[in-house]
């Protein structure tokens, strides 16, 4: 598995890099991963997104389907590629610290 160092931490990734580890998660991170994309600051919407996605998968083990992250967070599908640009599957999950999902979000 491969390492990389972000906010300061030394965190293993899968071969996308998503973090492996759930429980090394700070805001720190899902800041550093948002730079590295381009989002140079994380508004209340970003982190109501991340965190929901956060909450679900530690109480369920997997990631939500997408229609239930749009109902539960309020927005459209638009919104969500507006506040994460490689979408909710592929920056909001790594951005939340959760493993990549395996359907779709």
């Keep these: 598995m491969a390492q990389i ?7 293993e990734v899968d071969e996308n890099g998503f973090m492996q580890d759930t429980d090394k998660w700070t805001e720190d991170i899902a800041k550093a991963y ?3 994309e381009g989002v140079t600051e994380l508004t209340e919407d970003h982190m ?3 965190l929901y996605l956060r909450n679900y998968y530690l ?5 939500p389907m997408i ?3 749009i109902k539960e967070t309020g927005f459209n599908l638009s919104r969500l590629y507006e ?3 490689d979408g909710p599957a592929n920056s909001a999950c790594k951005w ?3 493993p990549k999902p395996t359907g779709c979000v």
């Design 67 to 69: 229609r239930k992250l």
């Design 59 to 63: 109480e369920y083990g997997i990631c």
């Design 48 to 50: 109501k997104g991340i």
């Design 34 to 36: 948002a730079e590295k």
């Design 96 to 98: 939340a610290g959760v």
């Design 83 to 85: 506040l994460y640009p």
């Design 5 to 11: 160092e972000m906010a300061g931490v030394t965190l």
